[in-house]
């Protein structure tokens, strides 16, 4: 039953490596989105999408490539991992756009060695 | 862009005290939320707040929207253990996405200790 869910939860990999986050929600919410928290726990948004359109593209790297083949699935590939890349990656939703309430994954723990 | 900053970063109390986190954002908000962050956990929402010198209270906890719509604060009477973690707010807005895009704060970190 749960909401919000991500795949894998925890992720170690090598540097220069390419891995990718699934994401999937069964609340019937048009956006999603994906953060990253570091380990000051510094929460930001990198990516949203509103049925299945990119409406926030942050100042991201472009090897972050977010990823949506339905409403209720937004997924995140990384090409060549860095270290600064080990951080908490969390994907979101909500009914409509950011003012309303936002719904949020288990996370997925990167660490890049 | 738009900031959102709250104080303080760290916060230790003894159980029973009271606690208190300030949110000041860099402009005016349609909207404020307030989620909080169980350690090892994801951001849960709690409360979100909309009219300008807005108060709510959840059991212990009172919220309250400043009038000018560009501040807030969580106040928790006589915490307990339960009340760890992180609380964040958050507001609608930003450099880019506008009211698509939810900005968070810094957060506030609350350890507390029997």
């Known amino acids: 039953d749960t909401a919000v869910s991500q795949t894998p939860k925890y992720l170690v990999t090598q540097m220069g490596n390419d891995k990718s986050i699934k994401c999937e929600q069964n609340l019937g919410h048009d956006t999603m989105y994906w953060y990253k928290q570091d380990s000051k726990k510094f929460l930001k948004i990198m990516f949203s999408y509103n049925n299945k359109e990119l409406i926030i593209n942050e100042t991201v790297p472009n090897r972050f490539s977010p990823k949506s083949p339905d409403k209720a699935h937004l997924n995140l590939h990384i090409n060549s991992l860095e270290l600064g890349d080990s951080a908490v990656y969390f994907c979101?939703?909500?009914?409509?756009?950011?003012?309303?309430?936002?719904?949020f994954g288990p996370g997925t723990r990167l660490t890049v060695l | 862009g738009q900031q959102v900053m709250q104080i303080p970063q760290y916060q230790h109390v003894q159980e029973g005290e009271d606690f208190t986190t300030y949110c000041n954002s860099s402009t005016t908000l349609s909207n404020i939320q307030w989620y909080k962050q169980r350690p090892g956990g994801h951001p849960v929402f709690l409360i979100q707040l909309v009219k300008s010198g807005e108060v709510k209270k959840q059991k212990r906890l009172t919220f309250q929207f400043g009038e000018a719509k560009k501040n807030s604060s969580l106040h928790i009477t006589a915490t307990q253990t339960t009340d760890v973690g992180t609380y964040f707010c958050a507001g609608p807005g930003g450099l880019t996405g506008g009211g698509n895009k939810l900005t968070f704060g810094t957060g506030t970190q609350l350890k507390v200790e029997l």
């Open positions: 979101a939703s909500s009914r409509g756009l950011a003012g309303n309430e936002q719904f």
